[in-house]
């Protein structure tokens, strides 16, 4: 039997799978709260502790799902380090996270993890929460930018980047309205251009998108 070859369309689906990974998390907060037997605007600090960890749980399972899928069927190793970066790179990709910090402090009013600090405890487990929503992002990317490579046929572009826009940056608009949804556009291009800048790297680059994304 022919081999299939390995198209695309393929990665476009594996895109898409991990830009669903995202909706975990809507359908876990339809359900904790009937759990809880309280609206998610009552929650306790227990309450927002718990639904932190299941949705780490849930988005680390797709993660991993991915990466085992993609590594298997489609031969695409995302795990594996690409070259190191040069120092034209690193450069770039400093400037690039500078101003993506920059503009999270204008849009939070101040230096986000100032303006979100409730206490040690919710600080913990919130971080965590980012660590884990920093990797699918970066899958996202890492997928996008294979789609959008084969599909055009040239690199250097962040296809990844762009394509985190259209999906998780748009999805915003309609769940927290357009001054967020512009924002979260804005930042995915970013994201992209930091992953292209920094050799589609993957330990170098999950290590500053999620600093960024932290910050």
């Known amino acids: 039997m022919e081999k299939k070859k390995i198209g695309a369309s393929d990665y476009l689906a594996l895109g898409l ?8 998390e809507v359908v876990l907060a339809m359900v904790l709260p009937v759990l ?14 718990i639904h932190w960890v299941l949705t ?27 070259e190191t970066p040069d120092s034209k790179g690193w450069l770039l990709a400093v400037v690039i996270s ?7 402090t204008i849009v939070w009013g101040g230096f ?22 920093a990797g699918l992002i970066l899958l996202t990317i890492a997928f996008g930018q294979k789609f959008g490579e084969i599909l055009i046929k ?5 296809y990844g980047g762009i394509f985190l826009a259209l999906t998780w940056g748009l999805i ?6 357009g001054q967020t949804g512009v924002y979260a556009f804005f930042m995915s291009i970013l994201y992209g251009l930091i992953y292209i800048m920094l050799k589609k790297n993957i330990r170098y680059s999950y290590i500053m998108i999620a600093i960024v994304f932290i910050l």
């Open 17 to 24: 799978y991990a830009f669903a990974g995202f909706g975990l």
């Open 172 to 177: 915003h608009i309609l769940l927290q309205g």
């Open 36 to 49: 809880f037997g309280v609206g998610g605007s009552e929650y306790t600090l227990i309450h927002h502790c």
């Open 56 to 82: 780490c749980i849930l988005w680390g399972s797709m993660a991993l799902l991915l990466i085992n899928l993609s590594r298997k069927k489609y031969s695409f190793d995302i795990m594996m380090l690409n």
């Open 98 to 104: 500078a101003l993506a910090i920059t503009a999270t």
């Open 112 to 133: 986000k993890p100032v303006q979100e600090y409730k206490g040690i405890v919710e600080l913990i487990f919130q971080n965590i929460y980012y660590l884990f929503e």
């Open 154 to 158: 040239r690199g250097g572009l962040p």
